[in-house]
């Protein structure tokens, strides 16, 4: 199980800080839950340099699957380490920086949250990763690499 004091800020528009909410109380863990609306690209900028982990728990649906997933970029860039569902394009983004457990598996995805927080090596092993993947995803290079699709 991850250690209460793991438990930290979130994101999330209106909807899915309700269902956050009732999730955190339901695991006995919603007075440590911090939810924030949307924010501008400065602040959210400023949170990712503060966090330690980026999850990225995204689950297929009948009618969509995660495709670029700018999220794991921006965290990456921000030396934060992505944790995830390999779902989509997710495991090509996040590439081996990231870590990624099969989709909806809550259990692996909190196991794998534990070891990285316990294991100094492999956070900065990953986090090091992610940053110089992350130097490599610029807007000019997105740019020439759409142009080269024509």
Not at 33 to 44: D, G, H, M, N
Not at 69 to 77: K, L
Not at 91 to 107: C, K, N, R, W
Request: aromatic share 6%.
């Amino acid at each position: 199980m991850v250690p209460r004091s793991a438990f930290r800020r979130y994101l999330a528009s209106r909807d899915a800080r309700r269902l956050a909410r009732a999730l955190a109380a339901s695991l006995g863990v919603g007075d440590l839950l911090e939810l924030e609306p949307w924010r501008s690209a400065t602040e959210i900028a400023e949170i990712y340099r503060m966090a330690h982990v980026a999850l990225v728990p995204s689950v297929p649906t009948e009618r969509w699957t995660e495709q670029f997933g700018r999220v794991i970029v921006e965290a990456q860039a921000s030396g934060a380490v992505v944790v995830g569902y390999a779902t989509g394009a997710i495991p090509e983004v996040g590439g081996d920086a990231a870590l990624l457990v099969a989709a909806g598996g809550v259990s692996a995805l909190a196991d794998t949250v534990t070891r990285l927080a316990d294991d100094s090596a492999s956070y900065a092993e990953c986090r090091a990763r992610g940053l110089a993947l992350s130097a490599s995803r610029t807007w000019a290079r997105v740019a020439t690499h759409q142009s080269d699709l024509y």
